[in-house]
């Protein structure tokens, strides 16, 4: 069993930065592929970045050079640093765990944070 607790969310204009964070119980983080996820207002859940227990890692399109995933097992905390942001991020954003394949699809995660919302004024 993991549980997951997001932090960092806020209200921020266009071009600012945000680093979310979320913090994983269990001793048995380092094996869990971990990914974050966003829905938007009227919108479907969607796949944002991603990064396995080894390290690769995989971003959506519209978010690539903007936003960066990284994760401190030592810590149990996986990390989404959001630079240069856009109105179009505004969402409510939520951390995910996967044991076994690692995939962008949300059904494929068995566990999820609470979520955290991101504003971004323009």
């Known amino acids: 069993q993991v549980q997951l607790v997001e932090s960092g969310g806020g209200l921020v204009q266009a071009g600012g930065s945000l680093r979310l964070s979320c913090a994983a119980s269990?001793?048995?983080?380092?094996?869990?592929?971990m990914g974050w996820f966003r829905q938007g207002p009227g919108k479907e859940r969607e796949f944002v970045a991603g990064?396995?227990?080894?390290?690769?890692?995989r971003y959506e399109d519209s978010v690539k050079g903007r936003l960066t995933i990284s994760r401190d097992n030592a810590k149990n905390t996986v990390y989404l640093q959001m630079n240069s942001l856009k109105p179009e991020d505004t969402a409510v954003y939520y951390c995910?765990?996967?044991?076994?394949?690692?995939?962008?699809?949300?059904?494929?995660?068995?566990?999820w944070g609470q979520g955290t919302q991101v504003t971004v004024s323009s």
């Open positions: 995910a765990a996967a044991y076994g394949g690692w995939s962008t699809v949300a059904n494929r995660y068995q566990y």
């Open positions: 269990g001793r048995t983080f380092s094996t869990y592929h």
């Open positions: 990064i396995s227990w080894s390290d690769s890692i």
